[in-house]
């Protein structure tokens, strides 16, 4: 959409985007729920039960994919009603979310086998699988938009076919890991245990609400964005995309921290559960400072590279110092969060995250009338840092029920 000259473009998947974070991250639990159960298991060298994890979840989400899909009226309806869009962003991102909505099964089997694949540490697995998934998106939404010149529905439908893809592709990927870990291709007898699925929802009941709170900075923020007009809702979106390439960076030190942590934690291996937080927070450090530094020489290089439009590079560029220093800030959450997914320590998380979440607020509504979109960036800043030392504040007990 950064090829086209009009903000609109940028502005309507913008915000058709942030529609379907808003769904899609409160069912996170399918792939965060599923690594923590999933390591454990292996952890105790129970690979029947790895596979009864991932049936479990793999139910769940083609149950709530299907759900998603038959009550998209209501729901673009209640979505749409808390964006102040100009007409015509509203018209595209309709568009966009009308294509886009039938992705959604095949995006949450996705997030369940990326889980699986996880717990199981195939980390170049999920490596390949990630690639296929955002190059075939990639080539996709080129062909369609610049070829066949699709517009925002070209974008959608991109999308869709790379999210039924990667599912097909990550189903293969667990039945070969699977298969190297030990399974023989027999079946769990019993796949609805009453305690494994209580557990299941525990975890994922949990993780939907941490996963709300999360999520608010970022969809508030593209709410905010949106009523302060289409050049800042474009700068917001092409602001928020380098973000997650940053996410993207931080989030594999998470991950890595999830299986490892939640071997450890099932083979009640307290030391090592140690080892692993000290070394993954190392070299998540470093790529945080190394990002922030690209983010510092190269940053309006890399706007310029996301669109042709002169205002909305001027105003990202404005902004570009809370995307400097963002990664330093935001290293420590994620990494605490992936010890705490794999070590299925769901609740403590969840009330640091509300927690976190009201101090955001605050900051929010005392600094917006003050600094407009700045207090934006200032709020998900002072958010990052609260996680952080709450999630600090209680890791030595994890480490303490690790040798019980």
């Not at 992705?103 to 490596?127: E, H, I, N, S, W």
């Not at 955002?134 to 999308?159: P, Q």
């Not at 997650?244 to 299986?259: K, N, R």
Request: hydrophobic share 60%; proline share 3%.
């Amino acid at each position: 959409m950064g090829r086209f000259p009009e903000p609109k473009f940028i502005a309507a998947v913008t915000m058709g985007a942030a529609l379907f974070s808003a769904v899609y991250w409160l069912f996170g639990f399918l792939r965060m729920g599923t690594t923590g159960l999933t390591a454990q298991a292996y952890g105790r060298a129970d690979i029947n039960e790895v596979l009864a994890v991932g049936l479990r979840a793999g139910a769940v989400a083609l149950f709530i994919g299907a759900a998603i899909v038959l009550l998209q009226i209501p729901l673009k309806w209640l979505l749409f009603q808390l964006f102040d869009a100009s007409t015509e962003v509203a018209e595209l991102a309709r568009v966009y979310y009308e294509i886009r909505i039938y992705g959604a099964p095949g995006l949450l089997v996705y997030l369940v086998t990326l889980g699986m694949l996880f717990g199981l540490q195939r980390m170049r697995d999920t490596l390949w699988l990630s690639i296929g998934f955002n190059l075939s998106n990639i080539m996709l939404n080129a062909l369609l938009v610049l070829v066949f010149n699709y517009g925002v529905a070209g974008v959608a439908m991109g999308t869709i076919i790379s999210e039924w893809f990667a599912a097909a592709a990550g189903i293969g990927f667990v039945s070969r890991a699977l298969r190297a870990s030990g399974w023989q291709g027999n079946w769990p007898v019993h796949i609805w245990i009453g305690d494994a699925v209580r557990a299941l929802f525990h975890i994922g009941s949990n993780l939907v609400v941490r996963t709300f709170f999360v999520q608010l900075p970022f969809f508030i923020g593209t709410i905010m964005a949106t009523g302060l007009g289409d050049v800042t809702l474009a700068a917001h979106g092409v602001l928020m995309q380098l973000f997650f390439v940053m996410t993207y960076a931080l989030d594999g030190f998470a991950h890595s921290a999830e299986t490892l942590a939640g071997y450890a934690y099932g083979g009640r291996a307290p030391d090592h559960l140690r080892r692993t937080t000290q070394f993954c927070a190392i070299w998540a450090v470093v790529i945080a400072a190394i990002t922030g530094l690209m983010f510092w020489l190269l940053g309006e290089t890399f706007i310029a590279l996301l669109t042709t439009s002169a205002p909305v590079r001027e105003t990202a560029a404005a902004y570009l110092p809370w995307l400097i220093i963002s990664p330093l800030l935001c290293v420590w959450a994620f990494l605490f969060d992936g010890i705490f997914i794999g070590t299925t320590h769901i609740v403590e998380m969840r009330n640091a995250m509300i927690l976190s979440a009201l101090v955001w607020a605050i900051s929010l509504v005392g600094f917006f009338h003050l600094w407009s979109y700045h207090a934006v960036w200032l709020g998900m800043s002072i958010f990052m840092i609260t996680r952080s030392i709450l999630l600090a504040l209680y890791y030595p007990r994890i480490e303490r029920a690790a040798a019980l």
